[in-house]
């Protein structure tokens, strides 16, 4: 009886005192939440490394295919080159071409290009390209036809007839198909191609080859375009992933871009 007293009035004691946790509960308990507190901060250590890992390999395109580019900081920046009403490009602009399947493209993207045509063909996917580099001079006739088929055809008046004109053709110099890094495809085995399997197929594998859809349906305030199913536009692997996992258009990946 006397020594029980003596183990409360210690334990007691030790309350008192702010003995810690210990004091509280027994050593089985004080065990267990010890290890179960080493497993959270080792889980915690380990899963954000990992998490880091695998986002910068998404962002990145880390891969031993060879969809990884690797560009001079002045080619970055021609890839980015946000072109439209608000930034034209001069009539004496020309980039650097290559012909691929008879059509002149950037050279910044040939290769790229060729891979996902010939990746898709593998997949029974039969993805063509239907044009790329417009010049100067091409993009001034293709917008005085559009604008006269609208006076003609639509009987509407000249301010009505170029508003309309612009949101699918704009104006020589106001277009990116001069960059050549415009790229409008079409599938040989569908003529709506928004139902074709090359239109599924880009929207789940394209950016991994550098390429975005370029006037989004969901974008169109942004981009001053009508959406356009078909083209696509070559911004380079890293780009075009960050660009899909932020759900960013070309001007807002600029714009993101420019602020960090």
Known sequence: ????????????????RGAGIGAYISPQIAKVLIIVLIALVFAVGVS?????????????????????????EEQRAELLRVVNRGNPLDSSYVPS?????????????VKSLNKMLEDAEKDG????????????????????????????ND??????????????TPRAGQSEAQTGLLAEFY????????KSKSFVWLGENSAEYGFVLRFPKEKQSVTAM????????????KNAMQMRIFGMCLEEYKDYLSQK
């Open 155 to 168: 009987s509407i008046s000249a301010v009505k007839a170029e508003a309309k004109t612009v949101r699918t």
């Open 1 to 16: 009886m006397f020594r029980r007293k003596n183990k409360r009035r210690t334990y007691n004691k030790r309350r008192r």
């Open 97 to 109: 071409l290559e012909e691929t399947d008879g059509i002149l493209v950037n050279s910044l993207m």
């Open 125 to 152: 996917v039969h993805l063509k390209l239907k044009s790329g580099y417009i010049s100067y001079e091409e993009q001034s006739e293709l917008f005085r036809e559009k604008y006269n088929a609208y006076i003609q």
């Open 226 to 237: 009508d959406y356009s199913p078909s083209v696509y536009r070559f911004t380079g692997s």
């Open 48 to 72: 954000v490394p990992l998490f880091s890992y695998y986002s910068d390999k998404e962002i990145l395109n880390i891969s031993e295919s060879d969809n990884v580019e690797y560009f001079t």
């Open 187 to 194: 599938d040989a085995d569908e003529s709506d191609f928004e």
